[in-house]
């Protein structure tokens, strides 16, 4: 079944990675799509792709993810939108990779707290919201203020 997609991928390179190296991790991807842009800036890669995909992208994903952890110095996401699907739960896949299992446990957590703080910003003050942000960041390692 093919699906109608976009998909969007940021991550900060390790010094000395060469878009060569990049693109060959993304090689599984890169097979499947016919609709694919990126750009290199400063040690940053974005990547987006649109179009028409089979089902086997998710193994492409996961296939590119594993490539791409060790070309990163920190935590990058590859998000994945199904446009055809109506389920908005399902219709989005992120896919985290990094350097190390540390990496991906701060990446997920500052998301996380970000994520949570937005949902809470229109209901408390900003004073209320820094006191919360400083708490969390206690509790999780490796996780710096937002």
Do not use: W
């Amino acid at each position: 079944m093919a699906h109608d997609h976009g998909l969007y991928l940021i991550a900060k390179l390790a010094q000395g990675v060469t878009e060569e190296q990049v693109l060959e991790a993304l090689n599984p991807i890169i097979g499947m799509v016919s609709d694919y842009e990126y750009a290199i800036s400063d040690g940053n890669f974005m990547f987006e792709s649109s179009g028409d995909v089979s089902d086997s992208i998710h193994n492409a994903i996961n296939a590119a993810s594993e490539k791409l952890g060790p070309l990163t110095s920190l935590a990058g996401e590859i998000v994945f939108c199904d446009h055809d699907t109506p389920d908005l739960e399902n219709a989005i896949r992120r896919v985290i990779f990094g350097p190390s299992k540390e990496a991906i446990d701060a990446f997920t957590a500052r998301r996380d707290v970000l994520a949570a703080l937005a949902l809470m910003a229109p209901h408390l003050p900003e004073e209320d919201l820094d006191k919360i942000r400083d708490i969390i960041v206690q509790g999780v390692p490796g996780l710096k203020s937002p």
